[in-house]
């Protein structure tokens, strides 16, 4: 099949989906769009690398700060248009908001403040998207159809680059040569991180749609999500056809699909989540990625081999030892926001340090670790909260949160709000902690609707 075809076939496919999903859900505003752009633009590629644009990471890309700029002045029109209450919304996320703060601070002892306070500016619009959703009249279902547009358009999309527009698509690695997909996403783990999440919400979605099966009025959008599913696993495989192509993703989605089956299971059977179990599981990984690259050696020995890779996780024992040394500097406060990494330093070691508490650590300090730590334990509690409530839908969350714990430990995205997935997690965060607020409000509150 020619290229032109071929693309032509998938944006009338995806056009097709899309106008199905939107029938489905016709109290979402078409603001919704503006959070799945924004969530499609996190697991992508930047614009300057679509447009082929190539500058260094001290100047940035203008194409990306244009648009960044753009869909937040867009989204603060929204937000006045609607008269959002932003005090309370700032009360009910202070802890982020002081994350914030403190990622602005930081560049009071950066080397580079200017590369520092553009870094931050990109992270402030994640706070305006999630604005956006709570402003919807109903902000869990308005999140649902965001992040699903963007699975709808980020996976068949993928396939295309893939099969037809190999520049995009794919790429070779640089020390064997040997073929990757990318997709959408700038690196093959960024792909198959996309895919985990992506099936991680599918699989909810589609057990959340069988329990009610006979009260639905087509079956079309299930046997939709079931499609994609297959997608997902397709895309997630890679070339190699197995699911350790992408170690880390891998053992992510299975700890998310294990965490999601148990807590299915608990509650089915009338049980309550236990809110101090989840809180000590996620300081244990948190310590555990942490603490791994500093010791310099791997704890079980086994688990590389089971997932297909030497001792060295392929490279990246290397790579941490050559970071810790920058990170014992200044282990406190960090290099601030942005500070660390250059050009030089992305030649001489890697592009980033493969885990993202080190990575945090390198910006913010162990502060920033702290702060980030206490942000993630907290809205997990909350979101125990929800559920034994009778909020089933915040399920999806726990196991969303523990594999984006595990990821971190083999690759990074923690510390970075506008990267996939903590961009989701921002999101569901703002949604979990305005729910809590508004059920405290509600005297004797005992089930939510």
């Known amino acids: 099949m020619p290229p032109q075809i071929g693309l032509l076939s998938v944006l009338v496919f995806i056009i097709i989906i899309l106008w199905v999903e939107h029938k489905q859900l016709l109290d979402i505003s078409e603001a919704v769009w503006i959070p799945s752009i924004w969530l499609l633009y996190s697991a992508s590629k930047q614009l300057g690398t679509w447009l082929n644009i190539r500058t260094?990471?001290?100047a940035g890309s203008p194409p990306d700060r244009i648009f960044l700029v753009l869909l937040g002045f867009l989204g603060v029109l929204i937000l006045f248009k609607r008269n959002f209450l932003w005090p309370l919304a700032w009360k009910n996320n202070r802890l982020l908001i002081l994350i914030a703060f403190y990622m602005l601070l930081s560049a009071l002892w950066s080397k580079t403040p200017g590369i520092c306070f553009r870094r931050w500016g990109r992270e402030i619009i994640s706070l305006i998207i999630a604005c956006i959703l709570l402003s919807e009249k109903s902000p869990l279902k308005a999140l649902f159809s965001a992040f699903r547009k963007m699975l709808y358009?980020?996976?068949p999309l993928s396939l295309l680059l893939i099969k037809y527009y190999p520049f995009y698509g794919r790429q070779y690695d640089r020390w064997t040569g040997g073929l990757t997909w990318v997709g959408v996403a700038s690196q093959k783990n960024g792909l198959a991180l996309l895919c985990a999440f992506g099936a991680l919400f599918l699989i909810f979605s589609i057990w959340q749609d069988l329990s009610r099966l006979p009260n639905l009025k087509s079956k079309f959008p299930i046997y939709l999500d079931i499609f994609m599913l297959f997608l997902c696993i397709y895309l997630?495989?890679?070339p190699e056809r197995t699911l350790k192509y992408s170690a880390t993703s891998t053992l992510s989605m299975f700890m998310g699909l294990a965490s999601l089956t148990y807590f299915a299971w608990a509650i089915k059977r009338?049980?309550?989540v236990n809110s101090k179990i989840i809180t000590v599981s996620l300081i244990i990984i948190i310590f555990i990625g942490t603490y791994l690259p500093f010791s310099r050696k791997i704890f079980i020995k086994e688990i590389p081999t089971v997932l297909g890779r030497d001792n060295t996780l392929t490279g990246r024992t290397q790579i941490w030892n050559s970071l810790v040394p920058y990170a014992l500097n200044k282990l406190i406060?960090?290099?601030g926001f942005g500070g660390f990494w250059t050009t030089s330093l992305r030649e001489q070691i890697a592009s980033h340090s493969h885990n993202g508490y080190l990575d945090t650590i390198l910006d913010l300090g162990l502060i920033g670790l702290i702060l980030f730590s206490v942000f993630l334990t907290s809205i997990s509690y909350n979101c125990v909260r929800l559920i034994n409530m009778g909020s089933n839908p915040y399920?999806?969350?726990?196991?969303?949160?523990?594999a984006f714990l595990i990821h971190n430990i083999g690759e990074t995205s923690l510390g970075n709000l506008g990267a996939f997935p903590s961009s989701l997690?921002?999101?569901f965060s703002f949604l979990i902690n305005e729910e809590v607020y508004r059920i405290s409000a509600i005297p004797n509150t005992r089930t939510l609707t």
Request: net charge neutral.
């Open 333 to 335: 406060l960090g290099y």
């Open 270 to 272: 009338g049980a309550k």
């Open 236 to 238: 997630f495989m890679g």
């Open 425 to 427: 997690i921002i999101l």
């Open 395 to 402: 399920l999806i969350f726990l196991p969303i949160i523990l």
């Open 153 to 155: 358009i980020a996976l």
């Open 56 to 58: 260094a990471i001290e």
